[in-house]
Every structure is written in structure tokens, then in C-alpha cells.
């Protein structure tokens, strides 16, 4: 979303959200194949997540169109360096984070393609509440969610940072392709020149997904947590200043 902020200047909000969001569909899905055959994704969860994010991911494609150019990169750069302003300066714990217990607890044990094994419990209802508003600004702001939904799933829920990033690729490619519906519904995104830049973006979603899930597993999951950090910062800081007119 940051890149064609930048490659397109004077497109409405609306048009540029559509466009990536497209390409958001298709990234996530290729992502979710090569975490699939991982396996490395949580999908009784991914589906709640999935279900909870379906009205907000409705309500942020149709509300979109009513910001203005400069207000929106303002709010998309608030956003991004709130969260890695988070991610960056929140207290990490040395001791053991004890399991989530108490009634309402969902408890997982997964087993990965690479004989790790992943243990942890959560309370299902926080993720489908907070599903709703990553999915509002996911598909308000163009991003798809995946730079909220990680950190909500890691953080709130309590998800190994594999296993979080694994199955969000999932829910960001249910919610991706709910707005992308809309904006197709709306016209937004058509048939048309807007489409065609889009689906010629989209092309390298799928073999740079594939790339990144391969990657990933060299890791560890607080080496990925502080370069997305930084990532957001950078970029949220730059926006930012645009937005002010610098």
C-alpha cells in the first residue's frame, strides 16, 4: 500500500486501496498454500477470525471513498507508527508466560512439517472482537490487516509468532477478498486501467509469497517482529511528512 501511495500520486483513496487490497488477495493466498504445506496454520481459528472480520472488512471498503487524498495518508501514517512504536518499545518479558486458563479457553497443539511442536490456548472470543476492527482498517486503509493481526494475534492471543504469522495469511486472504467484492460491486475496481495495474502488480505476489514463507522459518519470531517494526516506522514516518506537505 506504501509503494502505490507513492507510485500514484493523485488516484483517489478508494481507486489505490482497491488495487492493493487485489494484490493483498492474491499474496495471501499464495502465502497461505506454502504455510499450509508447513503446517503451520491454525484453521479452526483462522476460520473465527475469518467470520469476525467479514463486517468490518465491509464497512472500511465502503467508507474509503469518503476521505480525501491527504486526510487518508495522515491516518494510514498514524497508524502504522502506532504500531511499531508498540512493537518497539513494549516490555518484554524474561520469565514464563504462564497458559491462558479460566472458562472460554481454546486449547491448540500443532506439529509442523519440521517435527516442532507448538503449544498454547487463548481466548477465542478476543481474536473474533478484534477481527472485527483489523478487518475495518485492514480494508479501510488498503493493508489487508497483516501488520495488525500478527501483533494482535502474538500479543493478545498468545500465539507463537509462527504459527500467528502462518494463519493470518489465511484471515488476510478471507478479509482481502470480502473488499475486493465490494470495490468490484462499486465499480471501483472494474474493468478497467485500474484493474489492469493492479492484476499486473498482483502478478509477483505469488512467487515473492512463496519466497517470504520460506524465509520466515530461518527466523525467530522476535527477529521478525522488530524488522516489521522498523518497517512500519520508516514508512509511517515518511507518509507522514507527506501528508503535512514536506
Request: aromatic share 8%; hydrophobic share 55%.
Amino acid at each position: 500500500m506504501p509503494v502505490l501511495l507513492f507510485l500514484y500520486p493523485d488516484r483517489e483513496a478508494d481507486a489505490v486501496t482497491s488495487m492493493s487490497l487485489f494484490f493483498v488477495l492474491l499474496n495471501s493466498a499464495s502465502g497461505a498454500v506454502a504455510y499450509g504445506r508447513q503446517r503451520r496454520i491454525d484453521y479452526r481459528t483462522a476460520a473465527w477470525l475469518a467470520a469476525g472480520t467479514l463486517p468490518g472488512a465491509v464497512l472500511g471498503a465502503l467508507l474509503v471513498g469518503q476521505f480525501p487524498r491527504r486526510q487518508f495518508e495522515g491516518l494510514f501514517a498514524a497508524v502504522l507508527v502506532g504500531l511499531a512504536s508498540y512493537l518497539l518499545l513494549r516490555r518484554r518479558g524474561t520469565g514464563l508466560v504462564q497458559p491462558v486458563a479460566g472458562r472460554g479457553v481454546s486449547r491448540r497443539r500443532l506439529r509442523d512439517a519440521y517435527g516442532n511442536t507448538f503449544v498454547y490456548s487463548f481466548h477465542l472470543w478476543k481474536g473474533v472482537a478484534l477481527a472485527a476492527l483489523t478487518g475495518f482498517l485492514g480494508a479501510l486503509l488498503g493493508i489487508g490487516g497483516g501488520v495488525i493481526n500478527v501483533p494482535m494475534m502474538s500479543l493478545v492471543m498468545h500465539f507463537p509468532m509462527h504459527i500467528a504469522v502462518a494463519t493470518s495469511q489465511l484471515v488476510v486472504a478471507a478479509m482481502a477478498g470480502q473488499s475486493t467484492a465490494v470495490h468490484i460491486a462499486s465499480g471501483t475496481l472494474g474493468w478497467n486501467e485500474t484493474f489492469l495495474q493492479a492484476a499486473l502488480l498482483a502478478a509477483g505476489a505469488l512467487p515473492g509469497a512463496q519466497v517470504g514463507a520460506r524465509l520466515a522459518r530461518r527466523f525467530q519470531g522476535e527477529v521478525i517482529t522488530r524488522v516489521l517494526a522498523v518497517c512500519l516506522l520508516v514508512v509511517g514516518l515518511r507518509l507522514g511528512l507527506r501528508a503535512l506537505g514536506f
